[in-house]
């Protein structure tokens, strides 16, 4: 899993065709297609004061103590943002520990040092798996990101990237919400 900087600098360099991001491009010599929603889950250790709660709701996600990734990883940004939490980075006993990857993320979880937010495709993965912690939904509006399929608005084999959207829609998992509508 690469940085959104380090992938949209090799597109730009014609090093990869296109690249998934969850990062919208605002960049004009890049195009994108929407291609899915991906929803936000509450991952926290079976210890945790809302292990016995039932559904995640925004009063809970505001006292919750969030470990997150390093900076320049644009998950924990987006986490805060679709989460309405902007402004909380910094504060809380945890405030100054982050993560360098998921798997590091998710181990500090299990050992009890936090909850964390992360992406649907990332839990079905199994990266959650065996390690002592529990993954809820949260009952929250918009909180998703949305990924989408970048490339050079002059790569020259657009019908190649249609064949890969094609692909990648006909095998969503039910954990995500196709955008094939809006193609």
């Known amino acids: 899993m690469e940085l959104t900087d380090t992938l949209l600098t090799r597109l730009g360099k014609h090093e990869i065709d296109a690249a998934l991001l969850a990062t919208p491009v605002e960049d004009p010599d890049f195009a994108s297609i929407p291609l899915f ?13 809302l292990a016995d709660k039932k559904r995640i709701i925004q009063a809970d996600l505001d006292g919750a103590d ?9 998950l924990a940004e987006q986490a805060m943002a679709v989460c309405h939490l902007q402004g909380r980075d910094g504060q809380g006993d945890m405030a100054d520990l982050r993560a360098a990857s998921l798997e590091t993320l998710l181990q ?3 050992a009890g040092f936090g909850s ?3 992406p649907a495709l990332a839990l079905r993965a199994g990266l ?11 009952n929250l509006p918009d909180t998703f990101r949305r990924v989408l399929l970048v490339y050079r608005r002059t790569f020259p084999r657009r019908q190649a990237l249609d064949a890969f959207v094609d692909v990648v829609l006909d095998n969503l ?5 196709s955008l094939a509508s809006s193609r």
């Open 37 to 49: 929603d991906e929803p936000f889950w509450l991952i926290h250790p079976r210890s945790h004061p």
């Open 66 to 74: 969030l470990l997150l990734l390093a900076e320049g990883h644009c």
């Open 108 to 110: 500090m979880v299990g």
């Open 116 to 118: 964390t937010l992360l």
């Open 128 to 138: 959650a798996k065996d390690r002592g912690i529990i993954a809820k939904p949260l």
């Open 173 to 177: 998992p039910d954990t995500v919400q």
